[in-house]
């Protein structure tokens, strides 16, 4: 799946038609917050990095581009039990 990049205002948002990641640049100090949520529901939020190191634009992206296609593998919590003493 091809992605898709766009800028609203300061930030910068690449996506998959599945997931965006919103990078957004510190103010304050060298970095940037990449958020991945859920497209149009920017409530559901997967996962938030803080990256605080001075970034070029293209090394950014590669982050962003990782972060984007991520897979996550599901915890079966069945396996999980509490020993009752």
């Given at each position: 799946?091809?992605?898709?990049?766009?800028?609203?205002?300061?930030?910068?948002?690449?996506?998959?038609?599945?997931?965006?990641?919103?990078?957004?640049p510190?103010?304050?100090?060298d970095?940037?917050?990449?958020?991945?949520?859920?497209?149009?529901?920017?409530?559901?939020?997967?996962?938030?990095?803080?990256?605080?190191?001075?970034?070029?634009?293209?090394?950014?992206?590669?982050?962003?581009?990782?972060?984007?296609?991520?897979?996550?593998?599901?915890?079966?919590?069945?396996?999980?039990?509490?020993?009752?003493?």
């Amino acid at each position: 799946m091809f992605e898709t990049l766009s800028q609203n205002g300061n930030d910068t948002i690449i996506s998959n038609g599945t997931f965006e990641v919103r990078i957004i640049p510190k103010i304050y100090d060298d970095g940037y917050t990449l958020t991945k949520v859920v497209k149009d529901k920017p409530l559901e939020i997967v996962e938030v990095r803080d990256i605080r190191l001075p970034l070029s634009e293209s090394e950014i992206l590669k982050e962003a581009k990782k972060l984007l296609k991520q897979i996550y593998e599901s915890v079966d919590l069945g396996h999980f039990t509490l020993s009752q003493a």
